[in-house]
């Protein structure tokens, strides 16, 4: 019998990193503050725009774990042009009564973390690329 506790083992390497998954939570947030948008064009438009940002997050992670490091680091740089994005249109959100001020400190919180994850996700990668070696790419889930 397969012990409960055990994490089945992933075929994607992305789906190993906390940060996806903490990306994963916060598109899962931004959702939820999608609820009260429905009646109101403009709210749900910007909404749209919200989610699409958020979604870009994890979108770039997954995207870059497939390449080699140097690609990788792009890709999350790319994922942090994301998070600053959801700064703005939490910023956005919460001066417009879109969100309430807890939701934007929520908001806040998960985006300061997750620059946080990504930089030293970055900062790793950078590290593990010794001076002479070659950054080639060893497979499509080579980190």
Known sequence: MENEHERPSTFFRFEDLRIYHKALE????????T?????????????ERFLTS????????AEGS????SQFVYYLKMAKSSVRECVVLSTIASSRAFISAR?????KNYLMEMTKMIGA?????????KPG???DDDGPESI
């Open 66 to 69: 497939s390449r080699n490091k």
């Open 133 to 135: 070696e070659t950054d």
């Open 54 to 61: 958020a979604n870009g997050i994890a979108l770039n992670i």
């Open 26 to 33: 916060y598109v899962d947030w931004v959702y939820v503050m």
């Open 103 to 107: 939701d934007f400190d929520d908001s």
């Open 121 to 129: 996700l970055i900062g790793s990668l950078q590290r593990s690329v």
């Open 35 to 47: 609820k009260n948008s429905k009646d109101d064009p403009f709210m749900r438009s910007f909404f």
